[in-house]
């Protein structure tokens, strides 16, 4: 019911950074979790970063831990990932989701933006 557009995205150079917004409309942020997911071509969709309700933050930590920070804006109705230290792997179509309950798995998420292509050159 709640509906998410990301932007944000774009073409950066490894070790380069971007932010990336996830902005709701129809109902209000804060009634949601919100996780980030990432989808490269031929690949699956993976979770990069999510946050609760109540402001608990879930990181692959692996991959993004250390360079990636999750933020929530409810007075904005918007969720943030700010992206350091880039690397080329990060390259993928960047999604944000909202759920209920905050989980890795993209399964039940019940609303899903367009997407944003995020490019990081070598």
């Known amino acids: 019911q709640v509906q998410l557009v990301e932007s944000g995205g774009g073409l950066v150079q490894a070790g380069g950074s971007l932010r990336l917004s996830c902005l709701a409309s129809?109902?209000?942020?804060?009634?949601?979790?919100i996780g980030w997911f990432r989808q490269a071509p031929g690949k699956e969709r993976e979770f990069v970063a999510g946050?609760?309700?109540?402001?608990?933050?879930?990181y692959d930590t692996d991959s993004v831990k250390g360079r990636f920070t999750i933020s929530r804006d409810n007075a904005k109705n918007t969720v943030d990932l700010q992206m350091n230290s880039l690397k080329p792997e990060d390259t993928a179509v960047y999604y944000c989701?909202?759920?209920?309950?905050?989980?890795?798995?993209?399964?039940?998420?019940?609303?899903w933006g367009q997407g944003t292509q995020v490019t990081v050159s070598s």
């Open positions: 129809g109902r209000t942020l804060s009634a949601y979790a």
């Open positions: 989701a909202a759920r209920t309950i905050l989980a890795r798995s993209p399964n039940e998420y019940v609303s």
């Open positions: 946050i609760s309700r109540s402001g608990n933050k879930l």
